[in-house]
């Protein structure tokens, strides 16, 4: 069983104003605040994915668990249902998702390196003496990437409608305590896709596509159409 919810944070309130700047510049506190959501388990592996929203006055988090949110925090207003989507082959859905897109390389010492997939085409680029517009690496880059993990996914794109957006690079302390420095990018991605086979799709769907997921990437968003 799977539940999603959707959980509104005011900007105003007792306590809002220092809550909300530290929700937007610490992912690491952000994910532990939403951990604490699901109290019983302290070392169960996260069973989670969320997405934020920022809207003009609250926080919007969607949020993907394998167990009913139960902790209350004051201001915060979770609304839950149960997750069961009803899934068939040439089912067609509207998508949204934030994703950390990177491929692995090696580097000179034979040590696997991840690269944001932006950054690895502008460098292939470079190395080429080449120049596209970053907007369109952004778009291309984006979108190879998602294709290739819709292949096992359950779900090919519907090319025409896709989007890439809102390419932004990160730097997370991570662990307990906080003290690794992480960098990380995420793009946004929408557009519409088919599924192709139900059974890989929901899997999808249950534990999210890429890395990063700690912070808020990876949470696959779906509307029928």
């Not at 105003?12 to 690491?28: Q, S, V």
């Not at 249950?206 to 997921?213: E, R, T």
Request: a positive charge.
């Amino acid at each position: 069983m799977k539940y999603f919810s959707r959980i509104t944070v005011p900007f105003t309130g007792p306590g809002a104003a220092g809550l909300i700047e530290t929700i937007l510049t610490d992912k690491y506190k952000e994910h532990q605040l939403l951990w604490e959501l699901f109290p019983g388990s302290p070392d169960a592996t996260r069973d989670f994915l969320f997405r934020q929203e920022i809207r003009p006055d609250r926080l919007i988090y969607y949020v993907l668990s394998g167990r009913l949110p139960q902790a209350e925090r004051p201001g915060w207003i979770v609304e839950t249902k149960s997750y069961s989507p009803n899934l068939r082959s040439g089912q067609r859905f509207l998508f949204s998702i934030r994703v950390n897109p990177v491929v692995k390389r090696r580097d000179d010492n034979n040590h696997q390196v991840r690269h944001d997939v932006v950054m690895d085409t502008k460098w292939k680029l470079r190395h080429d003496d080449k120049t596209i517009p970053d907007r369109q690496i952004i778009q291309e880059s984006g979108r190879a990437w998602l294709e290739r993990r819709s292949v096992d996914g359950g779900f090919i794109l519907d090319g025409s409608r896709f989007r890439a957006d809102a390419y932004v690079k990160h730097v997370a302390r991570k662990g307990q305590p906080a003290n690794k420095l992480v960098e990380y990018s995420t793009l946004d991605m929408r557009g519409l896709l088919t599924i192709t086979d139900p059974t890989p799709f929901l899997s999808t769907l249950h534990s999210g596509i890429g890395p990063s997921k700690a912070f808020g990437c990876g949470l696959l968003l779906i509307k029928p159409v």
